[in-house]
């Protein structure tokens, strides 16, 4: 069992950063692999970024892609999600993943993880 914990989320003015934390606990491995998701309000929940165990992989969606960098701190078991430049597309509220590693990919679908936080909610305005 891996549990997650998210904080950093808030209220933004577009332009705007924030950086989400993700604190994980229990059996905490390199078995897994570790990401970014969101869900906006009815939407279906969508792939931001994915790391690997290392942090020496990563990958964002085309969305993010030059705005949020992902990073993580194995010592501290926390998995960071920097989001620069934000815009009011960005609401939605963020979920931290874990999934088991998958040799040669990282995970980039919402199925492929296992393990869930209760998400932080990221608001810009506009």
């Known amino acids: 069992q891996v549990q997650l914990v998210e904080s950093g989320g808030g209220l933004v003015q577009a332009g705007g950063s924030l950086r989400l934390s993700c604190a994980a606990s229990?059996?905490?491995?390199?078995?897994?692999?570790m990401g970014w998701l969101r869900q906006a309000p009815g939407k279906e929940r969508d792939f931001v970024a994915a790391t690997s165990w290392s942090g020496s992989s990563t990958y964002y969606s085309d969305s993010v892609k030059g705005r949020f960098s992902i990073s993580r701190d194995n010592a501290k078991n926390t998995v960071y999600l920097q989001m620069n430049s934000l815009k009011p597309e960005d609401t939605a509220v963020y979920y931290c993943?874990?999934?088991?590693?998958?040799?040669?990919?990282?995970?980039?679908?919402?199925?492929?993880?296992?393990?869930w936080g209760q998400g932080t909610q990221v608001t810009v305005s506009s």
């Open positions: 229990g059996r905490t491995s390199s078995s897994y692999a």
């Open positions: 993943a874990a999934g088991r590693t998958i040799p040669g990919r990282l995970l980039t679908t919402t199925r492929e993880y296992e393990y």
